[in-house]
């Protein structure tokens, strides 16, 4: 089955700098991969998605970035600000199987002022 | 919308005890699912119901049971509580219109087994 890592497991920036995730995973046949902001006390959301026929997808001050050949795939935001301080979560979809994900571990975010 | 929406948001049991969490959404989403959030784990499908009338396990299934009452209802029941079923549990929605989809998430509820 699928399999997905995710780093750092932390990460703490300075308000205004980028912050990157990386997840990599091992089913090359996956095709869909989302991300999730979870924030203290609620469930996961979805922040940005992409699809196996894209190499880079942009929504404001957020991006991710998918190199298919090496199976990695990347979370980048810009201009941090201290509500972006979350757990992040990748997810991969598990080949053909419909709907089914397999998430990684999650990073925590700390955005400091 | 309200999406989907989780009862009850937290609870207590003993060893033994039984209970059932609810789960609805209203996005006329055919399919459902059933995760458990441990720290350092990400979240593991627990069981899913790809349409109504439709059950199956995910990868950590034993010790629970689904019912999918109709397209809009996903219950999760815990027969007999073990201390390792302490988890924040998640439901979430999918309308199955094609593979890779977004899934939607609700609030959690957070169990604690004495």
């Known amino acids: 089955g699928e399999n997905v890592e995710q780093h750092p497991s932390t990460l703490s920036v300075q308000e205004g700098d980028s912050a990157v995730i990386k997840c990599t995973y091992s089913?090359?046949?996956?095709?869909?991969f989302p991300w999730y902001k979870q924030e203290l006390g609620k469930g996961p959301q979805l922040i940005i998605d992409?699809?196996?026929?894209?190499g880079e997808k942009k929504d404001q001050r957020i991006a991710v970035t998918l190199n298919k050949t090496a199976k990695h795939f990347s979370l980048h935001i810009t201009e941090t600000q201290p509500e972006d301080s979350a757990v992040y979560f990748c997810?991969?979809?598990?080949?053909?199987?419909?709907?089914?994900?397999?998430f990684g571990a999650g990073t925590q975010v700390v955005v400091t002022p | 919308n309200a999406g989907v929406t989780q009862t009850p948001k937290f609870q207590v049991l003993k060893t033994g005890q039984s209970m059932t969490l609810q789960c609805a959404q209203d996005?006329?989403?055919?399919?459902m699912y059933w995760y458990r959030q441990d720290p350092g784990m990400g979240l593991r499908l627990i069981y899913y119901?790809?349409?109504?009338?439709?059950?199956d396990k995910g990868e950590v299934p034993n010790g629970y049971n689904v019912s999918r009452l109709n397209k809009r209802e996903f219950s999760l029941r815990l027969e007999s509580a073990a201390p390792s079923q302490t988890s924040v549990y998640f439901c979430?929605?999918?309308?199955?219109?094609?593979?890779?989809?977004?899934?939607?998430f609700g609030p959690g509820t957070r169990l604690l087994v004495l």
């Open positions: 089913d090359s046949a996956s095709n869909y």
């Open positions: 979430a929605s999918s309308p199955r219109r094609g593979k890779g989809e977004t899934q939607y």
């Open positions: 996005m006329n989403h055919n399919s």
């Open positions: 119901s790809a349409s109504e009338g439709t059950t």
């Open positions: 992409i699809r196996s026929n894209v």
């Open positions: 997810a991969a979809s598990q080949g053909d199987s419909w709907g089914k994900f397999q």
